[in-house]
């Protein structure tokens, strides 16, 4: 199976947090914050991969390389995310990616980097259930994203864009567990997606996590996460990662680290974000309370 390579760093697919004896609060899980409480994080990834022209998402793998060798792209994030508790069962987030993109493609003339903010997303989590027994719990995800980034790219047609341009808003559930000494979370999402700039037609995608963790000590825990994407209907298309991965908890500070690594793959995407085939990642949490 040929895989496509193209990666733009896509911060709502990287959250699940741990706090002292890895109890989670926010990210993917069911839990919020208390009531009139912040948290910062931020999350940082890269990804380093080589294009092939042979199966590429402009194509659809008509051209057969037609002269085009492989070369390489890299991308780089850092996520600063701000968290609110609304209530005590409603949690405003906040975030602005900072993004640093770069091609290099013998050959090509629009070799070149392209750096700066992104689309600012803004993602409230709404708790509508906790059993007396503190798990099992359910929430409700929404989510919009703003097109503050620049699309004109390095090209002046979109080529390595920090934002399609395009509105969209995003509604799920999430649903958290206790299984032993284990923890449990499985949500699913979809992204609705306007139409980006120039007319440029940005898919449609639904999004599932599956989340497991548990401790290894007091301040160690261990992250198993699965996510898979899939286009919208009448586009073949899908990404499943294996992200495993491993969280520090203090008590005010987590930082976790974890790897994104693609186990199945299949079709290209005009400008879609979740087509590489590997992306190590770092995530550091702070809570005022």
């Known amino acids: 199976?040929?895989?496509?390579?193209?990666?733009?760093?896509?911060?709502?697919?990287?959250?699940?947090?741990?706090?002292?004896?890895?109890?989670?609060?926010?990210?993917?899980?069911?839990?919020?914050?208390?009531?009139?409480?912040?948290?910062?994080?931020?999350?940082?990834?890269?990804?380093?991969?080589?294009k092939t022209w042979e199966d590429g998402p402009w194509n659809g793998g008509g051209w057969d390389g037609a002269g085009f060798p492989n070369g390489g792209r890299t991308f780089f994030a850092t996520v600063p995310r701000v968290y609110y508790g609304a209530t005590d069962w409603l949690t405003i987030r906040g975030w602005l990616p900072y993004h640093v993109r770069s091609q290099d493609l013998?050959?090509?003339?629009?070799?070149?980097?392209?750096?700066?903010?992104?689309?600012?997303?803004?993602?409230?989590?709404?708790?509508?259930?906790?059993?007396?027994?503190?798990?099992?719990?359910?929430?409700?995800?929404?989510?919009?994203?703003?097109?503050?980034?620049?699309?004109?790219?390095?090209?002046?047609?979109?080529?390595?864009?920090?934002?399609?341009?395009?509105?969209?808003?995003?509604l799920g559930a999430v649903a958290s567990g206790e299984v032993g000494v284990m923890k449990g979370h499985i949500a699913a999402a979809y992204w609705f997606n306007g139409q980006g700039t120039g007319g440029r037609d940005v898919k449609e995608f639904g999004i599932a996590w599956l989340t497991l963790e548990g401790d290894i000590t007091d301040d160690w825990s261990a992250l198993w996460e699965f996510k898979a994407y899939v286009a919208e209907p009448g586009v073949d298309y899908y990404r499943v990662y294996a992200c495993p991965g491993f969280c520090f908890n203090g008590e005010e500070w987590t930082v976790g680290f974890s790897s994104m690594i693609s186990m199945w793959a299949h079709g290209a995407t005009n400008y879609n974000p979740y087509e590489f085939d590997f992306a190590p990642y770092m995530r550091i949490y702070y809570k005022f309370f």
């Open 1 to 50: 199976m040929r895989k496509t390579a193209i990666a733009l760093a896509a911060g709502i697919l990287l959250g699940v947090t741990a706090l002292s004896s890895a109890a989670p609060i926010v990210g993917l899980t069911a839990n919020v914050l208390p009531k009139g409480k912040w948290m910062m994080d931020t999350w940082v990834v890269y990804q380093s991969y080589t």
């Open 106 to 170: 013998p050959g090509d003339s629009n070799n070149g980097t392209n750096s700066g903010f992104g689309d600012i997303i803004i993602d409230p989590k709404i708790q509508i259930y906790k059993s007396d027994s503190g798990y099992p719990r359910v929430a409700i995800l929404t989510g919009v994203r703003i097109p503050t980034g620049e699309t004109e790219g390095i090209d002046g047609d979109g080529l390595l864009c920090l934002s399609t341009g395009s509105w969209g808003v995003s």
